[in-house]
Each structure stands twice: as structure tokens, then as C-alpha cells.
């Protein structure tokens, strides 16, 4: 039997990392810079994981940041006019300036030799920087419209700036005239990207306005305009073309357009040499968003990759060939359900505010962004390889992921529902499922026979095999009996039923109804062992509920708002539930204890669930990061049994220790242990010695002053006893005669240590003055009767 869990620690937290704006590359391609609110998160590229974060000090938005070339700083504007130098790789903050500019900056470049820093605002200006004296040496004016772009020439020797703005124009600026040499109206519509080629000799420009002009820059004038019919986000000349192409002596350059098309482009000719769409929806489907659907592209020569970001908050890596390596979530939205899947755990199925799957992989938090749904994904249910999706669209889809290659593929389609679809369930009894039970808004629910492999075709259509109205309101939730024959579903109207199905799936028939929530019940789980229905409600409750008599048999009482979810540990002795006070908490069923609270969510944790092995636990919601959870119990175990044996060993030292007077390492280890009463006893037996106050003075001074501190602080809990405030006397005689108040002062806990021995000594001060005195009146009573005898 399982042991019972009794604590749990965060091992991971996968939380937003790019909120939208921009993205940097490091010059090796290893790590990836992406704005997050007032933070640049740099996440490793190969694991996905953030390894550090700056900007979080200034607590001021950041409207624009650059990478040096040697990955040494990283240089951020700020919206209120401050431009902050950033060692980035030690978190040190190395300068901060005035940007001069009146207005934020939107832009920024450095010059091939990284010593000159060009700054475009929203003021319509440009200002050069040395970044090495800290000053700015060129202001240029000219301008109509926000400086978008800018490029400075490859060549070092030429000091030339290329910029373009709002107002449709290319400026090049000479910084040894510091004058505008060409003014260019080339383009009619917003430029978004400045690229130079064969060293410099040539540039490209392109923007929104579907062309691409292609410049000699030996006189700045341009050649020729290739259009390319649609929008372009970027311009690309890589060091390598694709493997697609063979004859790498045409010129070509690689296009980006903002409705996520990737084009090789030969310069000569114009021609559409390849293409590749890495969009993840459907066009077809969101015509509205398509314009605008990549945000960025970025050219790394190390993976000989680009780089994309997706309006809707991803990452995508292309790899030479143009198809798609590597996708990264940077922002999960509100998770509205999360599931270990696979049959050793090795993804997490997510589903979030959208319309897209989420499949990552555990150890490289890679993302599988599956298409499908038309509408929000609103719940998840696993089964070893098989997930099961319900969705606003009125539909639900079966997934499976691929053992061999980590792919997961849709198997087949459910339509029938005439609303939103809020929950489902997959059968548990075998490893393939036998069916799928889904309900929502319409407040039915369906029961789907599972598609047999030699049923799967493209897009299978899901066979119905029976439906029932089965509440007033909204089914919430639903969940299957681990032997398949009883299923119970949840809803709004506070109620839960049970419900038995028949033979071949053709029929279900009511069994109970569970009334006693006061709110929509909003969780469901059958234990794994025992005949036990668990329900989570809106409540604040947990009731667990008699399978054999429908009878509720046990509540639990603690969380201070709505249980959104639950899950059973331990063989179901034990429940996990999460609520909308952001806490997780574990119960013991037997006690109806709750034994742990856990806090780690800053909002509505909607989803919980476990592995298979029950040695993780992960929880998402509202506040968009997932935190996978790691069962420490045994391991909290055999550090309380070592720290127990030590302890005992250690005592036994300081018995021998004193046994043999060896008061120096015995007050010492006394201390270390935090053992007031073994101090007081060694205290007691040095001042029974006829050289005691000599013995203290020499074993006192020979004490650090973190030792000092802690044995005054055993004398504070000695002095409140009238048996033991003499040895504390003592002690504290010994001190002040032999350390000098300045450096008492420097102790941390110095006041409440005076406070602490004032109040008392006080007291023993006038309980020694009355006894003082009436020692006096017994003399003289003494006195008196000895006269009168005589």
C-alpha cells in the first residue's frame, strides 16, 4: 500500500515568458530575449525554460531593448525616457542615461563595431549614442512619423545610418557630415525591414505595401522594385540558402510576410523560387487576423534557423528548410485544463483561452499547437495516449500522441451537441477506451462509441450512442467509474447523478440523485478502490458520496471559496483540490484533515491532476502558469530520521562533554543545538568550582558573538524562573564586564534581549530588597528578645 503523502514541493513553474512586443536573439542562438511586461525574460532555446530575468527592479514598462553582438550587455529603453545598460549574464546594472528624446523609443540598432548606439522615437528623431563615453554625438531630424527602422551600414569605415518611419520614407544619414544624404519615397505604404547584402553593396527594403525595393548602396538609389503580393514582415539574407536550392550564386533573400508565408525570392528575376506556409491556423478560418499573424522575424546564422513571433503570443523555429523545428508558448493564457499524458507521463495535454491543443513535451517544454476546434477549448480528459477535447464549437475531437515520434494526430470528430461542450470523460477500464461521454450548455450529455483501429480514417466521424437530457442547468463536469459501468455528471443546477450504462452502449438509465451542494458543483472523481463518488462544488465544499446507497458519507470542510477540482492519491485514501483562493489542498480522507496546504497560484487554480506513479502533481489556471509539483514525503522522512539520529548522537557527545568538563565544546554544542537547559546545567556546574567566576570569564570570551547572542538569549528564559535567574545573573555579570557596549549593540537581537531581562530582573531586584529587609526586622527582633531575656 502506498504511503500517505504529506507534503509537496515546487519542482517547476512553466509561466508566461513573452507577452507580445519584441524578440531578441543571442549572437550563438542559445538564448532567446522576449519582452514580458516590465521584465526581459531570457529563456534557453534548447529547454524552453526561463533562466533569468531582468528589469524586474525598475518596475517601469519597457518599450524597446537590444543584445549587443557579443552578447555582452543588454540595453533597454524605458517609458519614462531612461536607457538602462544591463550585464545581463551577471544581473548587473551597469549604467543608466537620459535618452534625451521626448517621446518613447522604438527602435534601436548598433553599429558593426557595437561602440555607437542609434535611437529612434516616437518624437520623430534619431540620436547616435557612444556607449562607451555615455553620450549622445548626433541628433537628426527629418522625419514626419515614429522611427520604426533602422540599420547602420556593415561597413565601419562608411559610419552611415539607414532609418525608416511612419511616414513612408527611407532616410540615410552620413554621421561624418551629420547630414541627411538620401531621402527615399520608395515605398507607399509602412516599411518593416531594412536588410544589406554581399557586405553591404546591396540593401532591401520592404514593407506593407507588397513590393520589395532592392538599393545599390554605392549611390543609394534604387534599381529595382520586386513585388511580391502581400504584406512582409521581414527581409532575410542568410549565410546559407536552404538545401532547396542549388545554385547558390543568385543572388536571392528570403521573405517573411505578416500572414506567415516564408518565400525564397530571386533578386534577378523576381521569381518565387519556394515557399512555405508555418501558419498554425486555418486562414480560412480567421480571415480577420491573417495580416497580421507574425509580429517578428529573426535570421540566426549559428542554427542557420528563423526565428518567428506569432501575434497570438508563440514562438516558432524554422530550420533551413523552411518547416517548423521547434514551437515555444510564451503565453499561456487562462488554463482551463491540464492532464499528464503518454505512458510515462512525458507530455502535458493543456487547454487554454484558445482554439489550439497544447501538447509540450516535459523535458524540453517544446509545444504542439494542434489545429482543429474553431472555437475555445473548454476541457480535457486523458487516458494513457489518447485525449479526448470538448470546445465551444459544439464539438469534441479524440487525439492520440504517437509513442514513436511525440507527434499527437486528431482520430476522430463528435458533432451533435447543439451548444458549447463544458465537459468530458474518457472510459478507464482498458488501455484503448470503450467510450467517450461528453455534455455542456445544451444540458445533455452524449455518450460516443471510441473508433476501433480498424475504424480510424482521416477525420473519423464519432458514431452517437445515446443521449439524455439529464439536467436543468449546465453539465459542468462528468466522470466514468474505473469498471466502466457507471458514469456520474455535474452541473449548475447543484446536483449530481449517477447514472448506469447499459449493454452495447445503447442505453443509460438513472440510478441517484446527489443533492446537498448549495452552489453548481464544478468537480467529479470516482475513487480508484472504493465505491466513492467525490464532488467539488462552488460551495466551499467536498462531499464523498456512497456508490452502494447514494448516501453522502463524508464532508470536508476548508476552503474558503469555490472547489474547482479534485483528484484522489494514494489509493484513495487521500484528495487533492484546488479552488478559486488560487490554494491547493491535501485531505485524509479518514479524518476529514486537511494535512497540507499548498500556495503557489495568484488566481483561480482550475485543474489538477497527478501521474500515474502519483510522484507529480500539476495545477494551472487562471493566472497562466502551470506548476508541477514533486511528492517529497519520503524524502522528508529520511531527512526528519537523520536529523533524529544525529540529534540523539550529538546529545550523547554533549553528555561526555560534560561528564569529563570539557565546558568550552560543551556550551558550544549546547548552543549549536539550541538546548537552554543543557547550557544552564553546564552554566550551574561551573559556578559550583571555587575559580567559577575566572572559569566563566575565561569560557565566555573564548565564545564568537553570533554564540554570545544565542546564550543571552538562553539567560532571557533563565531569568524568568526565580530557581535559575542567579546563573543568568552571573552570566550576564560576565558579559558586560568583558565585552564593550558598542559591540553588544551590533548583535541583531539585541533589544529584544535587553526588554527580555529588564522586566525580570527587576522584579528580582525587589524581591531580594524586601527580603533584604526583612532579614533587618529579624535581626532586630532578635535583638530585642535577647534584652528582654537578660
Known sequence: MSRLKTSFTVAEKYSAFYTGGQIQLANDGSKLFCGCGKEIRIVDVKTGRISMSIGQEEEEEISQFIVTRDDEFLILATQNQLFRQWRWKDKVLVKTWRSVHNAPVTSLTFDPTITLLAS???????????????????????????????????????LQLVTAAEDYNIRVWDLKTSSCIVTSQCHVSLVTSLAFAENGATMYSAGKDNVVCVWKTDKWKVFKTIPVFESIISVIVPLEFPSIIDDDSILRFITVSSSGDVRVINAQTGSREYSNSCRLSDPEADAESTDSYITQALYCPDLNGILLATYDQNIILLSKD??????????????????????????????????????FSRETWECQMLQGHSDIITSLDVHGQFIVSASKDSTIRI????????????????????????????????????????????????????????????????RVSATEHAHDKDINCLAVAPNDKIIATGSHDKTAKVWSIGENLHSVSLLAVLRGHKRGIWGLKFSPV??????????????????????????????????????????????????????????????????????????????????NKEDYVLSGGADSTLVLWKDVTEQEEVEKQEQLQKKVLQEQVLSNLVADKKYLRAIGLAISLNKPYQALTILKEIIKDDDSEKQLEKLICRLRMDQIESILKFAVQWNTNSRNYFPAQVLLNVVLKNFLPQDLAKLSGIQAIIEGLTVYTERHLQRLDHLLIDSHFAEYCYGCMKTTSL
Open 120 to 158: 529612434g522615437s516616437a518624437d520623430f528623431t534619431v540620436k547616435v549614442w557612444d556607449i562607451v563615453q555615455g553620450y549622445f554625438t548626433h541628433n537628426f531630424r527629418g522625419h514626419t512619423g515614429v522611427v520604426r527602422v533602422m540599420a547602420f551600414h556593415p561597413d565601419s569605415q562608411r
Open 322 to 359: 523552411f518547416t517548423m523545428e521547434k514551437q515555444l508558448c510564451g503565453h499561456l493564457d487562462d488554463i482551463l485544463s491540464a492532464h499528464f499524458l503518454g505512458e510515462e507521463d512525458s507530455h502535458v495535454a493543456v487547454a487554454t483561452n484558445t482554439d489550439l491543443l497544447k501538447v
Open 399 to 462: 487525439w492520440q500522441l504517437s509513442s514513436d515520434t511525440g507527434f499527437v494526430t486528431c482520430l476522430g470528430v463528435g458533432q451533435g451537441h447543439t451548444q458549447a461542450v463544458q465537459a468530458v470523460a474518457l472510459a478507464r477500464l482498458n488501455a484503448r477506451p470503450a467510450f467517450v461521454i461528453s455534455g455542456g450548455v445544451d444540458m445533455t450529455f452524449k455518450l460516443w462509441a471510441f473508433p476501433s483501429e480498424a475504424d480510424i480514417t482521416p477525420m473519423t466521424t464519432l
Open 530 to 611: 472504493d465505491q466513492i463518488l467525490a464532488s467539488c462544488s462552488g460551495d466551499g465544499f467536498i462531499k464523498l458520496w456512497s456508490v452502494t446507497d447514494f448516501t453522502c458519507v463524508r464532508t470536508l470542510e476548508g476552503h474558503d471559496s469555490s472547489v474547482l477540482s479534485l483528484v484522489f492519491l494514494c489509493s484513495g485514501r487521500q484528495i487533492l483540490s484546488s479552488g478559486s483562493d488560487g490554494l491547493l489542498k491535501l485531505w485524509l480522507i479518514k479524518s476529514s484533515e486537511c494535512v497540507k496546504t499548498l500556495d503557489a497560484h495568484e488566481a483561480k487554480v482550475w485543474t489538477v491532476s497527478t501521474t
